[in-house]
């Protein structure tokens, strides 16, 4: 997604939404979250300068994923009605994990999706009993964006149903990684796909970072994008897993407004900075 004199604001946005699975419950879709960046005047003539060059190549670059391919991939669905909200990864029979700002009062995960809209032999939906926040969450500047979710029972593991472990240790910059979700495959106007969507991106290193987001970049998060921009996660695409040589590297957190830009890669939760927090709380639940 260096100590700067700040003060021109231009909207960013965590990358969720909310929307219901079609095969469970009806479809709406309510404006997603946004949180507010303050940008140098340097920075705000280079996101114009981007948009303009992105006008043409409105396309998020990705595509549609081999259906079973992520069998950790899991879609959060939020209220009575069960609207899709988020995504998320399959950590355990009984874990699972995503942003803390997709935390609702009532949530169930559903595992074993490809097709939002159609009921799925393979699909799974678990009430969550407990929502575990980082104590050190901060909702408005997203730092340690991250929430476990136990499960009322052990998910069914199979071809389709598979937990992702977390990476050992953090990735370099230019490491290779794809995230998936159902996030809009388009920006600014938003179009959102049936199917589990994937997008290959690479690590951005911390100096393209923080000249993209400056003093908004902490060590708990990580970028990862494309240069040249049109490949991007997106709004709806908040806690989906972004994963690096198989293993769990991060959480779709936050970006620009409008996803894809050239220079303003989008901003994940650095996974392997929470390796402790993580197994402590599972161990103690």
């Not at 992702?164 to 159902?182: D, K, L």
């Not at 100096?207 to 921009?229: H, K, L, N």
């Amino acid at each position: 997604m260096t100590g700067r004199q700040d003060t021109t604001p231009t909207s960013s946005t965590p990358r969720g939404t909310s929307m219901s699975l079609r095969g469970l419950v009806s479809v709406t879709r309510p404006p997603a979250p946004r949180m507010f960046l303050l940008l140098t005047a340097l920075q705000i003539v280079a996101l114009a300068m981007a948009q303009s060059q992105g006008d043409e190549n409105k396309i998020i670059g990705g595509y549609t994923c081999i259906q079973n391919s992520q069998p950790w991939q899991a879609a959060l669905l939020a209220g009575p009605f069960r609207r899709f909200l988020c995504g998320g990864a399959l950590l355990s029979g009984r874990w699972a994990i995503t942003a803390a700002h997709c935390a609702r009062p009532v949530l169930h995960v559903a595992l074993g999706k490809h097709n939002l809209r159609n009921w799925e032999a393979t699909q799974q939906v678990l009430r969550v009993v407990r929502q575990v926040p980082h104590p050190q969450y901060s909702p408005r500047t997203h730092n340690n964006d991250l929430m476990l979710l136990q499960l009322e029972r052990p998910a069914r593991l199979g071809r389709a149903v598979r937990p992702i472990a977390i990476a050992s240790s953090c990735a370099g910059p230019g490491t290779p990684c794809h995230v998936s979700g159902w996030g809009t495959t388009s920006s600014p106007i938003v179009r959102y796909p049936n199917s589990l969507q994937c997008v290959n991106i690479n690590i951005s290193s911390d100096q393209e970072c923080r000249q993209a987001y400056s003093q908004a970049i902490t060590a708990g998060m990580v970028c990862a994008g494309s240069p040249q921009g049109g490949k991007d996660s997106c709004q709806g695409d908040s806690g989906g897993p972004l994963v690096c040589k198989g293993q769990l590297q991060g959480l779709v957190s936050w970006g620009m407004e409008r996803c894809a830009l050239p220079g303003y890669p989008g901003v994940y939760t650095n996974l392997c900075k929470y390796q402790t927090w993580i197994q402590k709380t599972i161990q103690s639940n």
